[in-house]
């Protein structure tokens, strides 16, 4: 399993294009019949692509759990958030079926043995987008739509920020212990997500962008406020946003982007807001 360190502001304000995207971009996530992991030493969160071809594949497919996270499953002392951003399929905890229709999620809670993913068609495969944290206590696995998501109405169109953000895992939602994520799409004609910007030390976050058009990109801002650099992401990458960096976007046309948040809290309102004209 690939792992990330965590990386210093006063350090990464000296990064190169190459080391910034080293350290914090995540360039291929779905590669058909394969689960890609990426363990960050950021409040151990692991982000995930699964994309199941033929065949099955299992949350510990080619892992030594044992020698990975010193467990003797996967989940013994994690959580899972998962988001379907392909076509249909299917999700098996401990024997239970759920079916996850394009944008349906799911939470596994701390515990479940066996986790299976399979795609309903191979050649139009589903696309697990999946982030774990560290648990310690059981809560009950949760399918949710998009439309059983907490829906919050952000930005304008004179800004051009104008978008939706669905929060899934959510305290108004379901419960979990650390992990909250959902979905933000930009409304047509709109490419600025999370400006205003903001920080907050109490968590840190990854984005994964996704629905940019073969020949868009969104360029991902990072960075203190005061010391900004930028990212620029095709479809399906994902970003890790340590604690003290911004995270927004600007794409050259629309798309949609998963946010997930691990860290002290879960308080999605609790941010510093920054104010646009500060920012350099
Ligand atoms: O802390 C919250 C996260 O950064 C995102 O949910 C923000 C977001 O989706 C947006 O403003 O578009
Ligand atoms: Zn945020």
């Given at each position: 399993m690939e792992i990330r360190q965590p990386s210093n502001s006063r350090d990464a304000k000296h990064y190169t294009t190459d080391r910034l995207r080293e350290e914090f971009l995540i360039e291929e996530l779905f590669v058909t019949g394969k689960i890609k992991r990426v363990y960050s030493h950021i409040d151990r969160i692991i982000t995930m692509g699964i994309c199941p071809g033929d065949k099955a594949i299992t949350l510990d497919e080619n892992l030594d759990v044992w020698k990975n996270l010193g467990t003797n499953s996967f989940l013994e002392r994690r959580e899972l958030g998962v988001i379907n951003i392909g076509g249909k399929g299917q999700i098996t905890v401990d024997g239970e079926v759920y079916k996850l229709n394009e944008r349906d999620g799911l939470y596994v809670g701390m515990g479940a043995k066996e986790v299976l993913f399979t795609s309903d068609d191979p050649k139009n495969p589903a696309k697990f987008y999946s982030l774990s944290a560290p648990a310690h206590k059981t809560y009950k696995n949760v399918h949710i739509d998009i439309t059983n998501a907490k829906q919050v109405n952000l930005g304008s169109d004179e800004s051009c920020n104008k978008r939706t953000i669905y929060q899934y895992i959510h305290p108004e939602v379901m419960e979990s212990c650390q992990l909250s994520m959902g979905l933000t799409k930009m409304a047509p004609g709109n490419v600025w997500n999370t400006m205003p910007a903001h920080t907050h030390e109490r968590r840190m976050e990854v984005y994964v962008y996704f629905d940019i058009p073969e020949d868009s990109v969104v360029f991902h801002y990072m960075g203190e406020p005061t010391e900004t650099r930028h990212i620029v992401m095709k479809n399906e990458q994902a970003v890790i946003s340590p604690s003290w960096s911004i995270h927004s976007g600007c794409g050259t046309s629309a798309y949609t982007f998963i946010w997930g948040m691990v860290g002290e809290?879960?308080?999605?309102?609790?941010m510093d807001h920054l104010k646009i004209t500060d920012l350099k």
């Open positions: 809290n879960k308080a999605f309102d609790d």
